[in-house]
């Protein structure tokens, strides 16, 4: 599996950004995707994931409310719409892909997109 993540960049606080991630090398529709975040000194933290056909979705309580986890199985795509985007949003974005829901580690990562969010 292969993840190539974009979108990141510099926003103001109170704004919004969409980030995209890339899958490729197996079938799209037999991985769960999940997007994770890790900001300087801090342990890479889950933000949300996706099922399969992208009917069941979970998020982390920090973002629930403003970010959302969208996939796009024809294009073989995953985003995470970010909304209202606070300071403590900053950090570098990886997503990744599991074959299961609600077990097992994430096992393929992104190189990751930086998010930089100003106050």
């Known amino acids: 599996v292969h993840l190539v993540e974009s979108g990141g960049g510099l926003v103001q606080a109170g704004g919004s950004l969409r980030l995209t991630c890339a899958f490729s090398g197996r079938a799209f529709s037999d991985w769960v995707m999940g997007w994770f975040r890790q900001a300087p000194g801090k342990e890479r933290e889950f933000i949300a994931r996706?099922?399969?056909?992208?009917?069941?979705?979970a998020y982390a309580d920090a973002v629930k409310g403003r970010f959302t986890v969208s996939r796009d199985n024809a294009k073989n795509t995953v985003y995470l719409q970010m909304n209202r985007v606070k300071a403590e949003d900053t950090a570098r974005y990886y997503c990744?892909?599991?074959?299961?829901?609600?077990?097992?580690?994430?096992?393929?990562w992104g190189q990751g997109t930086q998010v930089t969010v100003s106050s």
């Open positions: 990744a892909a599991r074959p299961t829901w609600d077990y097992g580690t994430f096992q393929d």
């Open positions: 996706i099922s399969w056909s992208g009917d069941l979705t």
